[in-house]
């Protein structure tokens, strides 16, 4: 196909610059019209003559022969680069190789240092039919690199570029990288791979820098944030990366850049136990006592990813108390795990075993100061709610609420915790006297709203649902969303059902059932949910019903079950206030238990498709993302 390129895009210029000059030097033609100076703000000579008009119209309408004849005098007076490439073109159109080969190596006697006329040479020879031979000037071409600078490499490929002669581009810039070892010729060839969609050389070129110089690090990775999070839905790019970088680090141990653009790599992608294991290698070789690993262990407790976190934080533990991060990974372990434990479904009996040893060893050699309050307050909730240690646990947050100079917010969080593992016993007055001491101390703040809510809570659950509903109504308008939500939630669910039937008998037995699975009582909880089923059939408890019962399948990891429950919240009551909370943990099931990350993706995008107002769509869209391989910075 016979190339217009530069011809093309030199006509829109051409008229775009004669209607903008015309339309300028009109106006101030017309503010000026005494001033014989302003009479045009574009000089003359910039614009297209009546000629060259008169050419461009020819080519268009493809009377090559008439645009040749004046393109040929346009050039003549004004041999510009763009006039020779049009009446180059001109000829080429009208099969004149014999004119178009004179013109070229005129042009090429006259500027003997411009690399373009001598790729021209080999592009007329081209269109003549002659490829071998187009070929042959293409390679002497680049040979003749010997004798020029590094910037004349460029401007060889750039004419390559500009006749579409792509190889020769690269194998000019291979030439380059051979003559001219300390420029970075490997961008330029970088984004050539990239329109070839050859990612993988394009990803080597970006590396190979880093064998040039480590400190194009920086400059690399900017470059690379912007590769990887462009238009790559099928992670080819990542792909190609990775894997290149894995070979790097084999057959340059010693080089530490690789390992750390492989943990750049591996962070972007929240692929954090490649991280961890390029953050340990890094660790070693410089010496930095854990740093790089601490705070890897930071951001992947951010992102949920426990069990790398806890690796993180053991690596820190293991070597020794020398290490500057030894006591706080002491710490952030038990957190961490307490974390995994308490927000996910995700653990073993054993699990939480080995987690009340280590709080107690921990705690046993930091001993019970101010620092390790929060210590006893995770290890008391562990052991009420998880092993039924309700004495022991109890016993340890009076003992936190009595240390000397524990700051006043501290001691009332721990006395909102004693008052939870009350209410799990079953001491309800004596919960509710903390509550309210809680929330009358801290009445505009967060840990104020936290102690209404749940003192509300109890009194909901003993069957108090006006008083319980009064103060829910209040909490409505918190400053924190998440009470907020929960408090309206509440507060409906017994509107709803005091409306439907005054004698609240299927609300108590709900509240009831709720209380159970509070106290962990789960079969008493499910006996009396399906009491509900069976007395009131179609009451409108029945969806909170379903989901209840879901609530505690989960909790006990009978999944499948759960999962079919929370189903027939989706399938019977799509429109009820639970059922984008069904969706986001049945989503959940298959990413984490199931191992379905498709059947995740699906019910994640149903939920933030579907319930675009719901508080779960922000979380489910980074998930989302997540398992679809996006970069979510």
């Given amino acids: 196909m016979k190339s217009r390129s530069l011809f093309i895009c030199f006509l829109p210029i051409l008229i775009g610059c004669l209607f903008l000059s015309t339309s300028i030097t009109s106006q101030a033609q017309g503010n000026n019209k005494n001033n014989s100076k302003n009479k045009s703000i574009i000089p003359n000579d910039t614009l297209p003559s009546n000629d060259e008009l008169l050419a461009i119209q020819f080519f268009q309408n493809k009377e090559y022969d008439k645009a040749a004849e004046l393109f040929e005098k346009i050039f003549k007076k004004k041999p510009t680069y763009i006039n020779y490439n049009a009446y180059l073109n001109c000829l080429i159109e009208l099969n004149d190789y014999g004119a178009a080969q004179k013109l070229v190596k005129k042009q090429v006697k006259e500027n003997s240092n411009d690399f373009k006329y001598l790729v021209d040479v080999g592009f007329v020879y081209k269109h003549s039919g002659n490829g071998d ?14 004798n020029y600078n590094p ?85 080819s790019k990542k792909d190609a990366l990775r894997s290149i970088l894995l070979k790097k680090i084999q057959s340059n141990p010693d080089k530490i850049v690789f390992s750390k653009i492989l943990f750049w790599v591996s962070i972007q992608q929240k692929d954090f136990e490649t991280a961890f294991i390029q953050a340990k290698s890094i660790d070693k070789r410089l010496n930095l006592q854990g740093e790089m690993v601490f705070n890897l262990a930071t951001l992947a407790t951010s992102n949920e990813c426990f069990d790398v976190a806890i690796k993180s934080y053991a690596y820190i533990i293991a070597q020794g108390k020398e290490s500057y991060y030894y006591y706080n990974s002491r710490i952030e372990l038990l957190n961490v795990s307490f974390l995994k434990i308490t927000t996910t479904i995700n653990y073993s009996q054993q699990d939480i075993l080995n987690l009340e040893k280590t709080y107690v060893s921990t705690i046993d050699e930091l001993g019970k100061t101010i620092t390790t309050i929060p210590l006893l307050k995770n290890l008391a909730h562990l052991q009420a709610f998880y092993l039924n240690k309700t004495t022991e646990a109890i016993d340890i947050l009076k003992e936190a609420i009595n240390i000397n100079n524990a700051t006043p917010s501290i001691v009332a969080s721990c006395k909102v915790e004693l008052a939870d593992i009350l209410l799990f016993t079953g001491d309800v007055w004596e ?26 809570m109890l009194f909901y659950y003993i069957g108090e649902f006006n008083w319980a509903k009064a103060q829910l109504d209040v909490l409505k308008a918190s400053t924190s969303k998440l009470i907020s939500n929960d408090a309206m939630n509440l507060s409906l669910l017994i509107s709803d059902n005091i409306d439907f039937d005054s004698s609240t008998v299927p609300l108590s037995m709900y509240a009831r059932a709720d209380l159970f699975a509070f106290r962990n009582q789960d079969d008493q909880a499910l006996v009396l949910l399906d009491s509900i089923t069976l007395l009131f059939p179609n009451h409108p408890l029945t969806d909170e019903v379903l989901f209840k019962k879901a609530q505690i399948k989960l909790k006990t990891g009978k ?3 759960a999962d079919t429950l929370l189903k027939q919240v989706i399938s019977n009551y799509p429109n009820d206030i639970l059922a984008d909370k069904a969706l986001f943990q049945i989503a959940g099931l298959y990413q984490i238990h199931f191992n379905n990350k498709y059947k995740a993706m699906e019910y994640y995008q149903k939920l933030f498709t579907d319930y675009p107002a719901s508080l779960f769509t922000v979380e489910a869209r980074k998930k989302y993302r997540i398992l679809r391989g996006d970069n979510n910075n």
């Fill in 151 to 235: 910037l004349q490499v460029i401007d060889l490929a750039n004419a390559f570029l500009f006749r579409n002669e792509i190889d020769f581009a690269i194998d000019t810039y291979k030439k380059g990288k051979k003559l001219y070892k300390s420029y970075p010729y490997n961008y330029y060839l970088a984004d050539i791979f990239e329109k070839k969609q050859d990612y993988p050389a394009m990803m080597t070129e970006y590396i190979d820098l880093l064998d040039l110089n480590d400190s194009y690090l920086d400059e690399i990775q900017n470059k690379l944030q912007t590769k990887i999070s462009e238009q790559d839905a099928d992670n």
């Fill in 431 to 456: 919960a509710t006297l903390l509550y309210s001491q809680v929330e009358k101390a801290y009445k505009n703040e967060p840990i104020g709203f936290d102690a209404k809510l749940k003192n509300a």
């Fill in 133 to 146: 031979k187009a070929n042959i000037e293409y390679e002497k071409t680049i040979k003749q690199l010997n």
């Fill in 559 to 561: 999944f499948l079950e």
